[in-house]
């Protein structure tokens, strides 16, 4: 039990993380970002871990909102959701098995998902062979870890294939992240996925904010969004 939910704490805190990246990565280049709204699906592998998790994400830079639902598999089965409400500045945790809710406090605003300032471009891959899709590797650092992104480009905007993030003390956190079944839009059409369980919006336990919770800095850049 304790493992568990150590394990929920530290999923918790790389989606609060991607949050607060959100909030914090302004646009390098338009052509480099992936649009003011989308939603997707990505697995999140590590060394460490047998099983993966799976996270769906809903982002709308426009109406300032954000939701991701976990599935974590190990070391026991868990679900949650976490609704990040830009303009009240509210992050809620929820856990759709037991029914409680944290709140947290969030701090500036859900910005257009683009690469850092810093992100430099590698080289250039084809995925599935010439004729298969033509991406860009890039690199860049933020707070202290190591990303790699490999994007597809578009006319509109990119299409992320997948993420890979190190660092940490001693570089002992390596995580890989896969995306797939990307839709960007303008603002999401379907603004009803952002609606905060009333469980939440009732008998959230107050915790503390995003910026100060303890696992942020071990989980930061678990995700490039996902995500802040």
Not at 86 to 96: E, V
Not at 115 to 140: F, M, T, Y
Not at 150 to 166: A, C, F, K, M
């Amino acid at each position: 039990e304790k493992k568990n939910i150590k394990k929920m704490k530290f999923v918790i805190a790389a989606v609060l993380a991607m949050a607060m990246c959100l909030a914090m990565v302004a646009a390098q280049e338009k052509k480099h970002c992936l649009g003011h709204a989308f939603e997707t699906t990505a697995i999140e592998m590590s060394p460490h871990r047998h099983l993966d998790d799976i996270s769906h994400i809903y982002f709308d830079s426009t109406t300032q909102k954000m939701r991701t639902d976990v599935t974590v598999f190990e070391p026991v089965l868990g679900e949650f959701s976490i609704f990040t409400d830009g303009h009240h500045k509210q992050i809620y945790t929820y856990n759709k098995r037991t029914g409680h809710c944290e709140r947290h406090q969030f701090h500036g605003e859900l910005q257009e998902f683009c690469l850092a300032q810093n992100a430099k471009h590698s080289h250039d891959v084809d995925i599935g062979g010439p004729s298969g899709l033509r991406a860009q590797v890039w690199d860049e650092k933020i707070q202290g870890f190591d990303i790699r992104l490999i994007l597809s480009p578009g006319e509109q905007h990119d299409v992320p294939v997948n993420i890979l993030t190190r660092g940490g003390h001693r570089d002992a956190h390596v995580t890989f992240q896969e995306w797939w079944n990307f839709q960007s839009y303008r603002t999401l059409p379907n603004q009803r996925v952002f609606e905060i369980p009333q469980q939440c919006l009732h008998h959230a336990k107050e915790s503390r904010s995003a910026a100060e919770h303890p696992a942020v800095a071990k989980a930061a850049m678990i995700t490039k969004a996902f995500a802040a």
